[in-house]
């Protein structure tokens, strides 16, 4: 028994087997391109500026996904070993830069999966004040300074702690510190002024989605008969095939992004959570 998840076993044997025939996270990787409108954010973003809410766009990305994870819960599943878990928990991977400086540290937001678009919006924010400082202050970089202040135990550390996870055995305190042990990965290229692109997702830890928000553009859709050009944020989307099908994926994705054309919808706590009907 994992200390982040719930082994799966009544899922379709299909992703059994694609287990042992895609062993690595990397061997099973399918990516795919979101375009997501920018004019329903930014009206929405505007109107709630008057209000006094000052709303980011990556507040409405993850409360776009984590409402899309309600209803679709095999996007909180994992492969460790050749087993499918279902993960007890939400925390999102993000990478925040420091105040001052041109890298950045990677750590770890908690949500709820009945968390609004504001209680997303003001967790994402006390994570960034919180992360923005110039002291090594958080879990991970606390993991990652202890494996480097002995020389040789990073060599020596890394196989163990993979063997560990593989096995079961990682302590609930590393896994709350790794960065690669997530329910998502996400960074906004947009940021700093760059395209979106498919970022990998780590054959260590857990995470099986990873999104990067790009600069913005123009795509091309029929209306009415023309071709017109609608500006779009887009939104680079690698996934772990292994944890569902690619019509699940499609679905969830369909309804992600109905969700980003209303982000009224958001306001409110989901009216159903769906428990993963493979446990």
């Known amino acids: 028994m994992r200390a982040d998840g719930k082994r799966l076993?009544?899922?379709?044997?299909?992703?059994?087997v694609a287990g042992h025939i895609m062993r690595q996270r990397t061997d099973a990787m399918n990516m795919i391109t979101i375009d997501i409108p920018c004019e329903p954010m930014q009206k929405y973003i505007n109107a709630a500026r008057k209000e006094g809410r000052h709303i980011s766009h990556m507040a409405l990305i993850l409360a776009a996904y984590l409402r899309t994870m309600a209803k679709y819960p095999f996007l909180n599943r994992f492969l460790v070993n050749c087993k499918a878990y279902s993960?007890?928990?939400?925390k999102i991977g993000m990478v925040v830069l420091k105040s001052g400086q041109d890298d950045g540290t990677m750590s770890k937001i908690a949500l709820e999966i009945t968390d609004t678009i504001d209680d997303v919006n003001r967790k994402i924010n006390e994570y960034v004040e919180f992360n923005r400082t110039t002291e090594d202050n958080n879990s991970t970089e606390k993991l990652i300074s202890t494996l480097l202040s002995i020389p040789g135990l990073l060599r020596?550390?890394?196989p163990i702690l993979m063997w560990l996870d593989k096995h079961g055995l990682l302590p609930k305190s590393i896994i709350d510190a790794s960065p690669f042990h997530a329910s998502l990965g996400i960074t906004n290229l947009a940021s700093i002024k760059t395209n979106?692109?498919?970022?990998?997702?780590?054959?260590?830890?857990t995470t099986s989605v990873f999104m990067a928000m790009g600069n913005a553009?123009?795509?091309p859709r029929r209306h009415r008969g023309e071709i017109v050009f609608e500006k779009?944020?887009?939104?680079?989307?690698v996934m772990d095939e292994r944890i569902c099908s690619g019509?699940?994926?499609a679905i969830a994705f369909r309804y992600f992004s109905k969700m980003m054309e209303d982000p009224t919808l958001l306001e409110t706590p989901p009216e159903e959570?769906?428990?993963d009907p493979a446990l």
Do not use: Q
């Open 273 to 275: 959570v769906v428990t």
């Open 247 to 249: 019509h699940d994926f």
């Open 87 to 90: 993960r007890n928990e939400i």
């Open 196 to 205: 979106h692109i498919y970022h990998h997702c780590y054959n260590f830890g």
């Open 217 to 219: 553009r123009e795509v």
């Open 9 to 16: 076993k009544h899922c379709d044997p299909m992703y059994t």
């Open 156 to 158: 020596v550390g890394v």
């Open 232 to 237: 779009c944020m887009p939104i680079g989307v």
